[in-house]
Nanobody, 113 residues
């Protein structure tokens, strides 16, 4: 499955962004999917995941601010981020859960103070 995340950019603290991730290839976008991020100097972490049955889990640090959703018809997973903080600055990736062995390019989110 090929996954392409997009929608990142520069935003001020307190602002919002919506990322999208379109899946293509065999079985695209029908399994458990997740959003991950890697901040400078830190390890990549999973911040939100959505199962094939719609169960959703968030990392505590983004709970209440980020919302993951999916559109099966479009084979797309979304991450709506609000009340962004400087600490949310990172490259954001989408992948399956557990993640595929290869990662897409990711999309950079920069939150300024």
């Amino acid at each position: 499955v090929q996954l392409q995340a997009c929608g990142g950019g520069l935003v001020q603290a307190g602002g919002s962004l919506t990322l999208s991730c379109r899946a293509s290839g065999g079985g695209a976008g029908i399994g458990n999917m997740g959003w991950y991020r890697q901040a400078p100097g830190k390890q990549r972490e999973i911040i939100a995941r959505i199962t094939s049955t719609g169960n959703i889990h968030y990392l505590d640090s983004v709970k209440g601010r980020f919302t993951i959703s999916r559109d099966y018809a479009k084979s797309t997973v979304y991450l709506h981020m609000s009340s962004l903080k400087v600490d949310d600055t990172a490259v954001y990736y989408c992948s399956t859960v557990p993640p595929q062995t290869s990662w897409g390019q990711g999309t950079l989110v920069t939150v300024s103070s």
